[in-house]
Every structure is written in C-alpha cells, then in structure tokens.
C-alpha cells in the first residue's frame, strides 16, 4: 500500500541552525502539507503546496520556513534558523484532491537545544 | 473559524469494555469533511475514517464504529470490545476550505485512551 515516508525520523540541532526536512508523498498525490504538533498538544497546520507553489499558509510558517520540490519525488520543509519552540514533531501529508483525504507520514521529531 | 473539542482529555477502560470517544464541531462550511486519526505511542498518524457532511450514515468497521449527527454537531467515535492495541491518542479534525478553495485539517486537541489487560 502506498504510503508517505518521512527522513530523519529524529534531528537534534543547535539552536540557529538550518535543518531540512524530508518528506515523498504518494506517488500520484497532487497536493503536499506540512503540519506540526509540539509534545502534547494538538496538531497544527502550517503550510499547502500545490502546483509547485504555495497555496495557503498558517500564521505559524514565517519567513524563517520554506517549502520546496526539488524533484518529481521529495517535498521538503527547511527551518533557516531553529529557535526553541520549534522543537516538535513535524507531519508530512498528501492528498490526491484537494478534498480528498489527507495520509500522513511518520513525522520527523525535531529537538533544538 | 472551524473548531473541533474533544472535551475527553484521557479516558482509561479495562479490556474488553466498550468505550466511545467524543467529538464536536464548529464550522461555517456547509460542506465539509471530517476525521479521525489514531496517533499510537510510536508517534505516526494513521487515517481512521473520512465522512461527508452530506452523508449522516453510521458507519461500522470492525470493532469501530462512528455516529455522525449534524443536527448535534458531533462526530462520535466508538470501539466496540477494546483491545490492548487501541491504547492511543485519538484526534478527531475538521477540513476548512481557505479563501484559495484549498483545505486545512482543523484538529482536536485528542483524547487519550488507555486500554489496560
């Protein structure tokens, strides 16, 4: 069955740091998410990516987040300078409609010190 | 804006008990979709089920089963006969079409269901 993958599993960075994250969505999946959930509490929309371009963003992704697709396969999120409370578990997802539903990865657990 | 409460914070049943999970919604679309997903100890999200806000259907699968009433704005989870292995964090989201016609999962803060031997 299909599925989204997720690279590294794990980052622990310094704080100002760049880190990349690395996501491929299903193969035949047309629309790409970010989402985020800090330890404990609720997951967060950050950002939609569509036709090669951003298509909506949450107050939370600022200039310090990109989003980018390198190739035909991988999506990716870079964090230019972590702070603190980026440390989170990062959610890769996609969908093959806009309204269709979204399969997420195993997410990307990011620590800064 | 969207919202969705899970009033459950942590819900701890003994195997084999039935357990239902609460869900409630807020939202100005008239056609939505909503969700729930399992997040087990490992961290991932798994898709659970999808519905229509035009569809009002029960829906079985298995042990799990989902009671969607509009008219309540809820969209009720239950595990029928619960297992060790359904010990997880349960979030239950609400699609929210944007201004750009694209959609965002609106998630519920989850319940966490202990299933104890």
């Known amino acids: 069955e299909p599925e989204v993958t997720q690279t590294p599993s794990h980052q622990v960075t310094q704080m100002g740091q760049e880190v990349i994250l690395r996501c491929v969505p299903i193969?035949?999946?047309?629309?790409f998410y970010w989402y985020r959930q800090i330890l404990g509490q609720k997951v967060e929309f950050l950002v939609s990516f569509y036709n090669n371009e951003i298509s909506e963003k949450s107050e939370i992704f600022d200039d310090q987040f990109s989003v980018e697709r390198p190739d035909g396969s991988n999506f990716t999120l870079k964090i230019r300078s972590t702070k603190l409370e980026d440390s989170a578990m990062y959610f890769c997802a996609s969908s093959g409609e806009g309204g269709e539903t979204q399969y997420f990865g195993p997410g990307t657990r990011l620590l800064v010190l | 804006a969207q919202k969705v409460t899970q009033a459950q914070t942590e819900i701890s049943v003994v195997e084999k008990e039935d357990v239902t999970l609460d869900c409630v919604y807020e939202?100005?679309?008239?056609?939505?979709?909503l969700f729930w997903y399992k997040q087990p100890p490992s961290g991932e999200l798994v898709f659970l089920i999808r519905?229509?806000?035009?569809?009002?259907q029960n829906e079985i699968s298995g042990r799990y089963s989902w009671n969607f009433q509009k008219s309540t704005s809820s969209f009720n989870f239950t595990i029928t006969a619960s297992q060790v292995v359904d010990s997880a964090v349960y979030f239950c989201?609400?699609?929210?079409?944007?201004?750009?016609?694209?959609?965002?999962?609106?998630f519920g803060t989850g319940t966490r269901l202990l299933v104890s031997p």
């Open positions: 193969s035949n999946h047309l629309y």
């Open positions: 989201a609400l699609s929210e079409f944007m201004n750009t016609g694209f959609q965002k999962l609106v």
């Open positions: 519905r229509n806000s035009f569809d009002e």
């Open positions: 939202t100005r679309d008239t056609t939505y979709y």
